[in-house]
């Protein structure tokens, strides 16, 4: 299973916020750092690595650096630092967790199991990751997914999610805010992406705890279409990471018409376990070595590098633009081509555009609209209606914030000035300035 990384897991403190942290003695912390040094040493799947992490820890212990740490919190969180920056293995974390520690101590379940069930008092309130589905104009599907949680407690989320965007002509994935989550979210969202007459095996892992094997495998049937042939466009950052980044890569590796697009990933991919190290502290760790993968690419502790390199800021708005012209080079069909350079036109849209000189000449009364101007942005108002934003396209054509529909140009010659109205069902309407 791929778990999430600290950026997550820290969210599962507030099941214990109830309990007052007490600060450790330093017995307490050579306890801890004693037992999860023996958990790494036995665990960790590769030893080299172990075996440095651990030299490097007794070195930091021996020179006191955990000492000065009294809070629990600052402690486990000093701790994964060192864990993180020895290894280079962003899995690789103490975590004060006293409500998970209990929960793994009590429960007879797999960790795994009992993980999944406290973190989903969690997660429901997120919706389990689907945070946001939209259409853009283009009729291009975006998705701001934060967590592939457990298809257990999200399965049918991803179904209403996919069946959403069944008719879209390209899709844009958010994952700049995901930081990992459940690897059988991945493998049954892949299976909307991948076109695969077969069930199709991923990776095979064994685990160092207890031998067992664990296979990723994406299914041959979803209930839902397919989205095999549109372009994909998948949004990254450096917050992306562990699920995040094997979607990312096996999307990229088994369907051609994947766009990864924003900054390098974490860098975060060897599956996890949690295993408690008393009642307070739980260790984050890889319990599983992976034995055969179907997708040569590997991201543990590189990233995942973005085709399309541009600001975390700005990775939705060049997906949008990108897919765009991308569909217009797939089609002669005139009414399409029409609907997507509306929709280029108002992705371009923006206040850089604005000319003063354009700006004083449109300022002014068309009948029952005003045309102002004030602190710097320009603004339509009809009658006594609350002002809507012009943003603009060119110097001399606007679009109206809060209306896709709706679009102004002004057509301007030595006497006159006339408002154009567009509206994108291909009605226009022209009415002159007030003298």
Same mark, same amino acid.
């Given at each position: 299973?791929?778990?999430?990384?600290?950026?997550?897991?820290?969210?599962?403190?507030?099941?214990?916020?109830?309990?007052?942290?007490?600060?450790?003695?330093?017995?307490?912390?050579?306890?801890?750092?004693?037992?999860?040094?023996?958990?790494?040493?036995?665990?960790?799947?590769?030893?080299?690595?172990? &075996?440095?992490?651990?030299?490097?820890?007794?070195?930091?212990?021996?020179?006191?650096?955990?000492?000065?740490?009294?809070?629990?919190?600052?402690?486990?969180?000093?701790?994964?630092?060192?864990?993180?920056?020895?290894?280079?293995?962003?899995?690789?974390?103490?975590?004060?967790?006293?409500?998970?520690?209990?929960?793994?101590?009590?429960?007879?379940?797999?960790?795994?199991?009992?993980?999944?069930?406290?973190?989903?008092?969690?997660?429901?309130?997120?919706?389990?990751?689907?945070?946001?589905?939209?259409?853009?104009?283009?009729?291009?599907?975006?998705?701001?997914?934060?967590?592939?949680?457990?298809?257990?407690?999200?399965?049918?989320?991803?179904?209403?999610?996919?069946?959403?965007?069944?008719?879209?002509?390209?899709?844009?994935?958010?994952?700049?805010?995901?930081?990992?989550?459940?690897?059988?979210?991945?493998?049954?969202?892949?299976?909307?992406?991948?076109?695969?007459?077969?069930?199709?095996?991923?990776?095979?892992?064994?685990?160092?705890?207890?031998?067992?094997?664990?296979?990723?495998?994406?299914?041959?049937?979803? /209930?839902?279409?397919?989205?095999?042939?549109?372009?994909?466009?998948?949004?990254?950052?450096?917050?992306?990471?562990?699920?995040?980044?094997?979607?990312?890569?096996?999307?990229?590796?088994?369907?051609?018409?994947?766009?990864?697009?924003?900054?390098?990933?974490?860098? &975060?991919?060897? /599956?996890?376990?949690?295993?408690?190290?008393?009642?307070?502290?739980?260790?984050?760790?890889?319990?599983?070595?992976?034995?055969?993968?179907?997708? /040569?690419?590997?991201?543990?502790?590189?990233?995942?590098?973005?085709?399309?390199?541009?600001?975390?800021?700005?990775?939705?708005?060049?997906?949008?633009?990108?897919?765009?012209?991308?569909?217009?080079?797939?089609?002669?069909?005139?009414?399409?081509?029409?609907?997507?350079?509306?929709?280029?036109?108002?992705?371009?849209?923006?206040?850089?555009?604005?000319?003063?000189?354009?700006?004083?000449?449109?300022?002014?009364?068309?009948?029952?609209?005003?045309?102002?101007?004030?602190?710097?942005?320009?603004?339509?108002?009809?009658?006594?209606?609350?002002?809507?934003?012009?943003?603009?396209?060119?110097?001399?054509?606007?679009?109206?914030?809060? &209306?896709?529909?709706?679009?102004?140009?002004?057509?301007?010659?030595?006497?006159?000035?006339?408002?154009?109205?567009?509206?994108?069902?291909?009605?226009?309407?022209?009415?002159?300035?007030?003298?």
């Amino acid at each position: 299973m791929i778990e999430k990384t600290k950026i997550l897991i820290l969210l599962l403190i507030i099941l214990s916020m109830h309990v007052k942290a007490q600060n450790l003695t330093n017995k307490k912390k050579d306890d801890v750092l004693q037992s999860m040094i023996k958990k790494i040493e036995s665990i960790y799947p590769f030893p080299e690595v172990s &075996a440095k992490t651990i030299i490097g820890l007794q070195e930091q212990i021996s020179n006191g650096l955990f000492y000065r740490y009294n809070s629990p919190n600052e402690f486990a969180n000093e701790v994964t630092n060192s864990l993180e920056e020895l290894s280079n293995d962003k899995h690789l974390d103490l975590i004060y967790n006293p409500g998970l520690a209990k929960a793994l101590l009590e429960d007879t379940t797999p960790a795994a199991t009992t993980y999944t069930d406290e973190e989903a008092k969690i997660e429901v309130w997120n919706n389990y990751g689907f945070k946001e589905l939209s259409i853009l104009d283009g009729n291009i599907g975006y998705i701001n997914l934060t967590v592939f949680f457990a298809t257990g407690y999200a399965g049918k989320k991803a179904d209403i999610a996919m069946s959403y965007f069944s008719e879209c002509n390209a899709l844009i994935i958010d994952l700049r805010q995901n930081g990992g989550g459940w690897g059988d979210m991945v493998d049954y969202l892949l299976g909307y992406f991948i076109d695969n007459a077969h069930p199709l095996l991923l990776t095979i892992s064994e685990s160092t705890i207890n031998g067992s094997l664990y296979s990723e495998v994406v299914p041959q049937y979803v /209930p839902g279409k397919k989205l095999i042939d549109i372009p994909i466009y998948v949004l990254t950052s450096p917050v992306t990471a562990s699920a995040a980044e094997a979607f990312t890569s096996h999307l990229k590796y088994f369907n051609n018409n994947v766009v990864i697009v924003g900054k390098k990933t974490k860098g &975060a991919e060897n /599956p996890v376990t949690h295993l408690a190290i008393d009642e307070n502290f739980v260790l984050q760790i890889p319990g599983n070595k992976k034995i055969y993968s179907g997708n /040569p690419n590997t991201w543990e502790g590189v990233g995942i590098y973005p085709d399309i390199e541009v600001e975390t800021k700005d990775a939705k708005k060049s997906a949008h633009m990108n897919a765009i012209k991308k569909l217009m080079s797939m089609t002669t069909d005139t009414i399409a081509l029409d609907k997507y350079q509306w929709a280029l036109d108002g992705v371009t849209a923006s206040y850089n555009n604005i000319d003063e000189k354009t700006v004083e000449k449109i300022s002014g009364s068309f009948d029952k609209i005003k045309i102002y101007y004030k602190g710097g942005i320009l603004y339509y108002q009809y009658e006594k209606r609350a002002a809507s934003k012009l943003i603009p396209i060119t110097k001399n054509y606007f679009l109206v914030e809060g &209306a896709d529909y709706f679009r102004i140009k002004f057509i301007l010659s030595e006497n006159t000035v006339i408002m154009k109205q567009i509206f994108s069902y291909g009605v226009e309407r022209e009415i002159l300035k007030d003298k």
